[in-house]
Antibody
Framework: EVQLVESGGGLVKPGGSLRLSCAAS????????MSWVRQAPGKGLEWVGL??????????DYAAPVKGRFTISRDDSKNTVYLQMNSLKTEDTAVYYC??????????????WGQGTLVTVSS | EVVLTQSPGTLSLSPGERATLSCRAS???????LTWYQQKPGQAPRLLIY???SRATGIPDRFSGSASGTDFTLTISRLEPEDFAVYYC????????FGQGTRVEIK
């Protein structure tokens, strides 16, 4: 059974930092492209960023609103992906979902989702 | 950047009825890169349809997807009570883009 378990969410002041973790199991993590997708309260889904598998170059890509502030990394030995969030703004308040894109279906979609972790940026 | 526009915003239907949801891309895109998700209240989204028309594992065959040019359609042939939810389309192009969602509610 595939599991993605996020942790690290919470309340942080504007300008602060937070690191989210996502522990994966049930699939070959090293082959997966891992993304973070967020959802502000009552709003739709917004892709945040991605890290490709090492076989695909291990490169990262970010949505414009977070570029330069957020960093995604992965530790294939721990089956874990991270989202380091710096210079947080109130508009970053959202549930953050960890997602996995496995090669069996091709690439480009979010095959598996975690349950999400809430990040609240407020003074 | 490609923009995905979903319509209608809300669809009010009764169980047993047919639901037709639209997702239009602002420019020509490969249909193999269009995906549909379902999200129920308080839950994470789940993959429904990938490659515009392929059902994900475990998805009932009342769900189907199709493509015609820049227009993509998700059809639920006969709505079951558990199908009332929000549906999002998503595209993998130069970036990863979501539509704004269509809510299917009980009439």
């Amino acid at each position: 059974e595939v599991q993605l378990v996020e942790s690290g969410g919470g309340l942080v002041k504007p300008g602060g930092s937070l690191r989210l973790s996502c522990a994966a199991s049930g699939f070959i993590f090293s082959n997966a492209w891992m993304s973070w997708v967020r959802q502000a309260p009552g709003k739709g889904l917004e892709w945040v960023g991605l890290i490709k598998s090492k076989a695909a170059g291990g490169t990262t890509d970010y949505a414009a609103p977070v570029k330069g502030r957020f960093t995604i990394s992965r530790d294939d030995s721990k089956n874990t992906v991270y989202l380091q969030m710096n210079s947080l703004k109130t508009e970053d308040t959202a549930v953050y979902y960890c997602t996995a894109d496995v090669p069996e279906l091709g690439h480009g979609e979010f095959d598996y989702w975690g349950q999400g972790t809430l990040v609240t940026v407020s003074s | 950047e490609v923009v995905l526009t979903q319509s209608p915003g809300t669809l009010s239907l009764s169980p047993g009825e047919r639901a037709t949801l639209s997702c239009r891309a602002s420019q020509s895109v490969s249909s193999s890169l269009l995906t549909w998700y379902q999200q129920k209240p308080g839950q994470a989204p789940r993959l429904l349809i990938y490659g515009a028309s392929s059902r994900a594992t475990g998805i009932p065959d009342r769900f189907s997807g199709s493509a015609s040019g820049t227009d993509f359609t998700l059809t639920i042939s006969r709505l079951e009570p558990e199908d009332f939810a929000v549906y999002y389309c998503q595209l993998y192009g130069s970036s990863w883009t979501f539509g704004q969602g269509t809510r299917v509610e009980i009439k």
